[in-house]
């Protein structure tokens, strides 16, 4: 094992553990900023997950196991999802089936409680995954093929709508803006805080730790996804600490972007949603096809 090596996995090992607690914080900050507020710390995230996990849960007398063991589930198919993008012990197309693992948690913690809000959060919330999974799926078996984008004008120009739409499946998935408006007060209207509505202290806690997990592991699998098929970053001249280095930063730019976007954009109706993910499918199908002909 040489010092690159070395560096190499103690720069994963630090994104591992400091990414998940502040690329939410990143969001929140410029969402505030953009629009005219101080906003909270980039580390409130956090320190709300702390104070959570301190606090012992209020469940419903009617509940059963499932309100206790499905936020540990939720985690632990997050962390599963997060060391595959970071570490890369596994092939991506593990992915989708931790994610379902992790809406498997949510969902059954939601239908558990017994409100009408949790029920009306889990129908979204699987018509959403129904509507973004398939995308996910061909994204990652464009990051498992050996296709490299060229840099001529129509290679990068195919390429930067290929990340354009696979931000916007990241999007569904994620059930952000225009998808779902987490800064309404309206619950009739919500996807992720109507199934976590009942949640407190350390259920609470986890839940939000497993979503944050969920956050920064597609983000950074985005990116990774642009490094590894761009002849911008070949392994060969700048190897592979040199290449892992971008992940950070890229990380952080999406989280300054996807807060500028939550800032600036509004929920759609929900008729819209299957039929703009199924354009936004084929398109990628089409751009797949051009850049393997390219």
């Known amino acids: 094992m040489n010092l690159n090596s070395i560096y190499l996995i103690i720069y994963q090992i630090f994104i591992f553990i400091a990414l998940p607690l502040v690329a939410g914080g990143i969001v929140r900050k410029l969402r505030a900023r953009a629009q005219g507020r101080k906003g909270p710390k980039v580390l409130q995230v956090f320190y709300e997950i702390r104070k959570f996990l301190a606090k012992e ?59 009408s809000f949790g029920g009306l959060g889990s129908g979204r919330e699987i018509l959403l995954s129904v509507m973004a999974e398939p995308t996910i799926i061909l994204m990652i078996l464009v990051a498992q093929s050996h296709i490299e984008i060229s840099m001529t004008p129509v ?46 202290g350390r259920t609470m806690g986890y839940l939000e730790l497993a979503s944050q997990i969920k956050l920064v592991s597609l983000l950074a699998f985005l990116i990774k996804l642009a490094l590894e098929h761009s002849q911008l970053f070949p392994v060969s001249e700048m ?53 393997k002909l390219s």
Do not use: Q
């Open 239 to 291: 190897g592979t600490f040199t290449r892992e280095c971008f992940v950070l930063p890229g990380v952080i730019l999406l989280s300054v972007i996807l807060g500028l976007w939550e800032a600036n954009s509004v929920r759609r109706r929900w008729t819209w949603i299957p039929e703009f993910m199924g354009l936004a499918f084929l398109a990628i199908l089409i751009l797949g096809t051009l850049v």
């Open 57 to 115: 849960p209020i469940d419903n007398p009617n509940s059963g196991i499932f309100s206790e063991i499905s936020p540990i589930v939720a985690v632990y198919a997050g962390l599963a999802i997060w060391s595959i993008v970071v570490f890369e012990w596994a092939p991506f197309i593990l992915i989708p089936f931790f994610l379902a693992m992790y809406r498997f948690a949510f969902v059954s913690f939601a239908m558990e409680t017994g409100t």
């Open 155 to 200: 290679g990068v120009f195919i390429g930067i709508l290929f990340l354009g739409l696979s931000f916007i499946a990241i999007l569904a998935e994620l059930a952000k803006p225009p998808f779902d408006d987490p800064r309404t007060h309206l619950e009739l209207t919500m996807v992720h805080e109507a199934m976590i509505l009942e949640a407190s």
